[in-house]
């Protein structure tokens, strides 16, 4: 495999489009213009985007919660070395409730 | 830029060093002029002129939600922060940052003067490389030891039903630990090789269009010259995991989106 070279954008892939729309949205240093914009400000776009730039809560409040699933992410949050099933069972008992510390230590 | 549209602004893209050559730089955002560099002390920003009727707040609030504007600014904004990285140290912006005048945008790079010039020092000769995971989680479960087919004999009773779907179960769990495990380890032998390294949330399926679950969303700051062996213990990884359902994907170089100082709690 070689670098996908990002040359001829002309015709970006949906993955290459998602790759900068991550970087253009989410990161780099943010400076308040005069012109004042709040990303968040992105609600009609698809829920594509949305989950992109949503912030953990407020896409858990819409019942987004995909990286929770992430197998990565949940490792760290867990710590490390907890088993996926202990994970599964923590993120249902944060959805029934019976746990709510534990659900928002995810990434942001 | 019609002669219909009224007031200006200007829309930034990023810093660089003054003494960064001027290049046939691409259009800017706004589908309007090419950037342009201004000059102020020890640091230039790649600025380029945009009507207020288009990025002004009431205006951008409307276009944010315009999905092919977006799109096409994103992908201009993009554009132009590596048509300047080919050529120099560039510290990024994030969208949508437009100042009324053009010495508001002086005074800016007085003010973050500090902040503006280590970002500077940490992208300097380096480049952006991303990294990612994806898992075919049935070849997964399929591949691991130890986990054939454990048949589908006539599951007659309630018993062995439960036995069956507790099997699926504990398959699918190891599943994801081996797979957390891979992608765990794969982060830290491609650090070794860069300068920083940050994981980003794994993009939806939705997004990305592909079949296979993203297991990894990762960024690293690589010294240019070290490119070539991230991007070879990149290849290295995907032969030794595509067996298994898992395979290494390399894209780049960016500029260094991931790793400018933005806000608090970022690298």
Known sequence: MSSRDLASRSQPSPAQLADVLERVLDKGIVIAGDIKINLLDIELLTVKLRLLIASADKAREMGIDWWEGDAFLSRRAEGGGKGALEQRLRRLESAAGLDDEKADEDAT | ?267
Request: hydrophobic share 45%; aromatic share 6%.
């Open chain 2, 1 to 267: 830029m019609t002669a219909t549209s009224t007031a200006t602004g200007w829309y930034v893209y990023g810093v660089v060093d003054p003494a960064a050559c001027e290049l046939a730089t691409p259009l800017g955002v706004g589908g309007g002029t090419s950037a342009q560099l201004v000059e102020h002390g020890s640091l230039a920003a790649i600025v380029s002129r945009v009507a207020l009727d288009e990025f002004d707040e009431a205006a951008l609030r409307e276009r944010l939600n315009e999905r092919a504007w977006l799109e096409a600014n994103a992908l201009a904004h993009e554009e132009v922060l590596r048509a300047f990285a080919e050529v120099t140290a560039v510290v990024p912006l994030r969208f949508g940052t437009v100042y009324r005048e053009l010495a508001n945008v002086g005074e800016l790079l007085d003010e973050r003067s500090d902040e503006l010039h280590a970002s500077l020092a940490r992208v300097r000769g380096r480049v952006e490389l991303g990294v990612k995971a994806w898992v075919d989680r049935e070849r997964l479960e399929s591949a691991q030891p130890g986990r054939a087919a454990t048949g589908t004999s006539a599951t007659s009773t309630g018993r062995s039903y439960l036995e069956q779907r507790l099997h699926e179960r504990d398959a699918a769990a190891d599943a994801a630990e081996l797979c957390a495990g891979i992608v765990h380890d794969a982060h830290e032998r491609l650090l070794r090789l860069a300068v920083d390294g940050v994981v980003n949330r794994a993009q939806p399926r939705e997004l990305t269009g592909r079949p296979e679950q993203m297991a990894l969303n990762a960024a690293y700051l690589v010294a240019a010259t070290d490119q070539a062996r991230l991007a070879a213990e990149v290849a290295r990884l995907d032969d030794e995991t595509r067996a298994l359902g898992i395979t290494f994907e390399l894209t780049g170089p960016w500029p260094a989106h991931n790793f400018v100082s933005g806000e608090e709690g970022r690298p």
